[in-house]
């Protein structure tokens, strides 16, 4: 059982996506912590979680950590690596994060075991908003993208709202979170490739009668680009709002260096945006797909 | 009490750590206080609007980076609308880095960055991903001699000169640009350099190259600090793969006045309070009462028994 | 099977893979089969005897290495007495690279090396560790055109011309060298640097400064041959930080027709066969029949979609 | 207990000492070995044991092995560090080293657990040699330098020649392996700083001793300079023969760098020689103190 410990961001937080650096900075923090267990989930994702204090648990959906990865020698990882928080605890004091194995940061990371210590580096980043009068909401993710989004499903029912997570994956055997989600108190509704229940049409089906019964006042997303290009089109359609999560290779993670940026469409205009500052999350129609 | 004040061409910093331009914004006061700091050097500006290079923009390479982020920039309104009031509110020295195609352009730029609120000038002529023509004016004497003559005519700040370490001969450089009125030297800049993804046979770095940063460099570029020191009489900064504040004194030994720390902030975002830590507890323990007694304060003389100790560990 | 020969500047090499000047000797044969390689080039040699610099004359820095060996010689009874025997029974051809203060000095030793048993000369015209006066021939363009054309008068066998990295434009050096007769080019020698102990306040290197060499400097050699590539027509050696055959491709994408490896076989005594076991596998794997084929292969065009595969890793 | 399996170096490998390329290489290899123990031996020394195969346990006395010490970031230890055997076990496959924590290398040694392997690559050098006809032999050392000294006095013993072992520290307690050289036979003497035994002149007298006792066929030392100018001074004017293992940093230990050179005098004159590859031991008189 994860508790809700986690908070969403607020407009003045937003305004920072226009570019204006914000008057007052929500403090992040550099801190070793203890690994408590660091399991395989199924065959592709493992499951670390953390022993942590504050600054480091004061979360909001949404938020990534910078993650000083294990390794030596000259394929070391030399920058850090970002990772969304997948759940988090401050009260018993707990950063937990789902991962996929990709490369040599990653690798190191699954090398982490029980009493290790891990430099992380956070809470970085604007998280999910909610807005007042939603009382509903779709959230639709695959792989590690459930991470990030499941504060925003735990967020949403601690406030009372509604909702309906559409989990995706390769196959059955590979669907992530699906218990989280189902503790959090979301509708959870599976789809994958083998069952060839996965394709953006049929998840558009789905969607589209999630819309009818009127659970979908906003549209979130992370991770997959048909999804969002689905997402997109509909939330135009049907005038209904979103957020998705992005994600970009970062180096600093606090907005000074650069490297993170991606092409938005701001009000009709093309504009960069650094991920690890304005985002990871941005508005559904504003990101662009790629 | 250690004395770390030292006086930069005119400016005088409470210590002698900042940051590199272009590896600092003011979002790095989530992580330290800023006011810590000696000087506040921001990311190089440009009077046009830029969008800078295709990503990726950064790359890994052995305890080194490749960046080639070029020179992003939202033009002169955000500049003074947005940038240099998103500063006002912290206390050291701000020093504005920039950048330009032509040595008019340098001397039009000063001319426009020369605020209240600003306490120094950083002439970056050395960037290596500027889109222009190519070669930049650091790489050789004369065309460096004309944009600091330039920018040392528009502007009665303090006037900081950033060189490139992508040159044979540093010393000469360094002689063109205090010649032309700099009041201090950075050195250095990025060195040119590319990496490639062998299974795709791709450059890692969608421009190609980029530039390298970080531990990696260090040796090089304190050899180059030691040589500009002993080439000038103007100060040197010394900025190149500084982690830690053993690193930091390295280039102080070599004849840096003061630090600048990049790539570092980015493995740790405190790295630059800890080098200032680090450089004062140095002090203490070796009974430097004054910062500035290190500047230089390398021995070269005969190696004398101690210091072959290693030699006979056991002993 | 892969084809892994190639011809380099009128000498044929059954494969690209070659130790680098000074960090190789016949003890090596205790740890590999020294005839696998590609060539043998053994240490640079100077007519007069010589003892090389103090120690320490080596120190560690992050992922490389300095050095201030110098160029320690027996002189030339001791060369051909010795020396040139001691690889009569290896069968790669042998390399004699060659170094001088003076044009002369260089002639007059290239010809004394053009022997029965030496099939190629390396011109070492960028060491920085020479007493003589200071600056290499290596370091700008006329010095190396009249140091080349001095050898090249001298010798008839295969001339290659080993440049610096510490120069402002390697492009340029490359045609100089070119243009007086090399028949390649190796790409490069090690980068002018210090460090300094802090507690004791001295040089790390009894001689202050020493080369750095290692994978710290692989991204900024990469990019000087793949300058050199386009600048010249004769085959570019690439050399500095290979440990790997990953490290050896990233020279051969870049376009570098053979490698020299170095500090690596320092630390894994093994590395240059573990270079030419990957770059056979690499080319199985990629269906490349002929090695050769690879050389100058960076894809530079648009990139597609595969490679922005890591932006959506969970799709 | 430690089994004798350390041989001699033959008088071909002696030959390599004068410059000469050897005609034929004995293998050198590169293995990774597993830790079988890596325990402190007093408030100073550990004592590494590795499990270890052919050809890496075809050891001969004085030799030593380049190792890769484990360590990562900006300060790992790029280079091998050299270590002598301590003892060598070729049948039951062990090869052991002594080893005192000094920087950073050595720091990532004493790391080291049961279970973790270790880079080896060796064994390298010229050892010592044992002349025929000689009946006895004193090994005076000091601190690391008895790792060195261990294997020389263990291949006396096994073919019959007596040794007489000054083991030197700064105190009682910090006396490395006086039931190392007991076990293996040796008549043990023991000097400290703190008991104030193990100055120049009280060691000298000792040696004196056993000169006129007959039990110094030669002199065999490692380590300590003013020991060595004082065996030095006892050779020249006894004639009797000796040697001594140096130390000087190394980079490939296989005589290729020439970083480790120092000066010997040889036959009147000033040469240098690499340590690596002409050594690590040296005629006693040749050497010079430093
Ligand atoms: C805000 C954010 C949140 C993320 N949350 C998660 C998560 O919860 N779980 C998870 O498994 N992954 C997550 N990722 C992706 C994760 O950062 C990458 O999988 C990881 O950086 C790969 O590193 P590597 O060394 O294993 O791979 P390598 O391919 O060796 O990495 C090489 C470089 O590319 C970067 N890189 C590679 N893939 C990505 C990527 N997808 N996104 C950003 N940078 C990348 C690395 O950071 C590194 O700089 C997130 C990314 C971002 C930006
Ligand atoms: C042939 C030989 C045999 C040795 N046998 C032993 C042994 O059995 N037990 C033992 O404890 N030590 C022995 N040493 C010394 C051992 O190599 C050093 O203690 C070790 O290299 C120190 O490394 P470090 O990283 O801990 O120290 P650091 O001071 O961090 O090392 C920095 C550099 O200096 C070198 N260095 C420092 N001290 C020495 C030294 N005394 N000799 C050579 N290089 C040095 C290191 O190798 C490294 O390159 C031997 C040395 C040699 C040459
Ligand atoms: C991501 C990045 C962006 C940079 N942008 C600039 C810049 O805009 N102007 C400039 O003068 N230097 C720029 N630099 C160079 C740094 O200021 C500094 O000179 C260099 O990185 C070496 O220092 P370091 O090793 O401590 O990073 C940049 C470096 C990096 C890594
Ligand atoms: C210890 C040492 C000695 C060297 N001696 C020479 C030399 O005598 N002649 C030469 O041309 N290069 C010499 N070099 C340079 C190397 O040949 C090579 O160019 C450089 O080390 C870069 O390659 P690497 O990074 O693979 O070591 C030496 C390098 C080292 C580390
Ligand atoms: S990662 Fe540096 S600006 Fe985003
Ligand atoms: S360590 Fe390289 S020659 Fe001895």
């Known amino acids: ?290 | 009490m250690v004395d770390l004040g030292v006086d930069l061409g005119g400016l005088t910093l409470a210590n002698p750590v900042m940051p590199a331009s272009g590896t600092f914004a003011e979002g790095l006061d989530k992580a330290i206080d800023l006011d810590l700091l000696g000087a506040l050097v921001i990311k190089t500006i440009t009077r046009q609007r830029r969008t800078g290079n295709p990503v990726p923009r950064v790359c890994e390479t052995p305890e080194g980076m490749l960046n080639s982020i070029g020179i992003p920039c939202e033009g002169m309104a955000y500049f003074h609308g947005t940038i240099l009031p998103a500063y006002a509110r912290f206390s050291p020295p701000l020093v504005v880095s920039i950048s330009a195609p032509t040595v008019d352009g340098f001397a039009d730029l000063a001319a426009e960055v020369t605020r209240p609120g600003v306490a120094a000038v950083e002439a970056n002529i050395s960037c290596p991903n500027l889109e222009e023509d190519g070669k930049a004016f650091a790489l050789e004497a004369r065309p460096t001699e004309r944009a600091v003559a330039a920018v040392r005519g528009a502007t009665g700040l303090p006037l900081w000169v950033k060189l490139s370490p992508n040159v044979t001969d540093i010393a000469e450089i360094a002689r063109a640009a205090e010649a032309a009125g700099a009041d201090a030297l950075v050195v250095a800049n990025t060195f040119l350099a590319m990496a490639i993804d062998v299974e795709t046979r791709r450059p890692r770095l969608g421009a190609v190259t980029g530039g390298l940063s970080g531990p990696a460099i260090r040796p090089v570029v304190v050899r180059m600090v030691h040589q500009c020191h002993r080439a000038v009489e103007i100060p040197v900064i010394g900025c190149g793969g500084i982690l830690t504040a053993a690193d930091a004194l390295e280039y102080v030994l070599a004849g840096a006045s003061a630090v600048q720390v990049g790539t570092a902030t980015f493995l740790h975002p405190t790295a630059m309070t800890a080098v200032l830590d680090g450089i004062a507890q140095y002090c203490m323990r070796h009974g430097v009462r004054t910062f500035t007694d290190l500047i230089g304060d390398l021995r070269t003389g005969e190696i004398d028994a101690t210091d072959l100790e290693w030699a006979e560990p056991t002993a």
């Open chain 1, 1 to 290: 059982m994860v508790q809700a410990m986690l908070s969403t961001d607020r407009a003045d937080d937003r305004a920072q996506a226009t570019g204006i650096p914000p008057a007052t900075g929500k403090p992040a923090a550099e801190g070793a912590c203890e690994v408590l267990s660091n399991a395989r989930s199924n065959a592709e994702y493992l499951h670390l979680v953390l022993a942590a204090a504050p600054p480091l648990t004061a979360v909001r959906a949404g938020q990534f950590f910078q993650l000083r990865c294990p390794g030596g020698g000259p394929n070391a990882p030399f920058f850090r690596r970002p990772m969304s928080v997948y759940a988090c605890d401050a009260d018993r004091g707990r950063v937990e994060f789902l991962y996929k194995v990709h490369g040599v940061g990653t690798r190191g990371l699954a090398g982490l075991t029980p009493g290790d210590r891990l430099d992380l580096f956070g809470p970085l980043g604007v998280g999910f908003t909610l807005a007042d009068g939603w009382r509903s909401i779709v959230v639709v993710g695959r792989g590690v993208g459930l991470a990030t989004l499941a504060p925003l499903a735990e967020l949403a029912r601690g406030r009372g709202i509604g909702v309906s997570a559409v989990l995706s994956a390769r196959a059955p055997e590979l669907l992530m979170s699906v218990e989280r989600f189902e503790e959090i108190g979301a509708r959870v509704f599976t789809v994958t490739d083998s069952q060839r229940t996965s394709g953006p049409a049929r998840v558009e089906r789905l969607i589209r009668g999630l819309i009818a019964e009127g659970k979908a006042d906003a549209l979130f997303t992370c991770g997959s680009n048909r999804l969002l290009e689905m997402l997109q089109r509909l939330g135009r359609e049907r005038g209904i709002p979103g957020q998705v999560a992005l994600e970009q290779q970062m180096a600093c993670g606090l907005g000074m260096c650069f490297c993170c940026v991606r092409e938005f469409r701001i009000d009709g205009a093309l504009a960069h945006r650094r991920v690890c500052w304005d985002g990871p999350v941005f508005d559904l129609q504003e990101a662009l797909s790629w």
